[in-house]
């Protein structure tokens, strides 16, 4: 069966240049989360959406991240003018519906900005 | 400020023994635990979670206990096997807020030896 997929797997950005990561979900699974994973870290919350609503943007570390969900199945999270704090791996979970806990991961896209 | 602690970066075990693999946190309002496996390049995947109305859960070889008094919770693998060998998160979610984005540690390498 068909898990969560994320696109592409590595992206080099020049700093300053703005990049899009993409990531589909499993079929079905109303709740869509992404999180940030730093070097040597535990993955932290960026965003979340249940269907195409974003119900919890906290975790955007600033204006420059923007995640969207249109039509409540892919997502795509957004980052502009990447900085070189910007670098780590960008992991997309989903999970069934908003009262079940347990998440799929996908395998994320590593982001290096140099 | 870390909610989630795992103190312990590695933890290498004989094949066949017990593993154990420890978790702290701070926040009172987390009521629902999970661990999470991570191999090399690859999202990570759920193992095993435990509610806070419980103290044990046990699947197969894995066993969780919770002890609310003292924010600590513990994975137990037993027998261990050399495909155990990855990277063990521990993550937390305060359910009763209405937030199901989950809260990591920051990781415990387990290297089971054969």
């Known amino acids: 069966g068909a898990g969560v997929s994320q696109s592409p797997r590595y992206k080099v950005a020049k700093r300053g240049q703005d990049v899009a990561l993409r990531c589909d979900p499993i079929?079905?699974?109303?709740?869509l989360f992404w999180y940030q994973q730093a070097l040597g870290q535990g993955p932290e919350f960026l965003t979340y959406?249940?269907?195409?609503?974003?119900?919890?943007k906290s975790g955007l570390p600033s204006d420059r991240f923007f995640a969207e969900r249109p039509e409540g199945s892919v997502s795509t999270l957004k980052i502009q003018r990447t900085q070189q704090e910007d670098s780590a791996v960008y992991l997309c979970?989903?999970?069934?519906?908003?009262?079940?806990?347990?998440?799929?991961f996908g395998p994320g896209t590593r982001l290096t900005v140099t | 400020d870390q909610q989630v602690k795992q103190n312990s970066p590695s933890l290498s075990v004989q094949e066949g023994r017990i593993s154990i693999l420890n978790c702290d946190y701070t926040?009172?309002?987390?009521?629902?635990f999970l661990w999470y496996k991570k191999y090399p390049a690859e999202g990570p995947t759920f193992l095993i979670s435990?509610?806070?109305?419980?103290d044990k859960n046990e699947d197969g070889r894995f066993t969780v206990f919770l002890n609310k008094s003292a924010k600590h919770l513990s994975l137990h693998i037993v027998p261990s096997q050399p495909g155990d060998s990855a990277v063990y998160f521990c993550?937390?979610?305060?359910?009763?807020?209405?937030?199901?984005?989950?809260?990591f540690g920051t990781g415990t390498r387990l290297t089971v030896i054969p």
């Open positions: 979970a989903s999970s069934l519906d908003p009262i079940s806990y347990e998440q799929y």
């Open positions: 079929s079905g699974h109303v709740s």
């Open positions: 959406f249940q269907n195409e609503a974003q119900l919890d």
């Open positions: 926040n009172s309002m987390f009521d629902y």
């Open positions: 435990i509610s806070s109305i419980k």
């Open positions: 993550a937390a979610s305060a359910t009763s807020t209405g937030a199901n984005n989950l809260f």
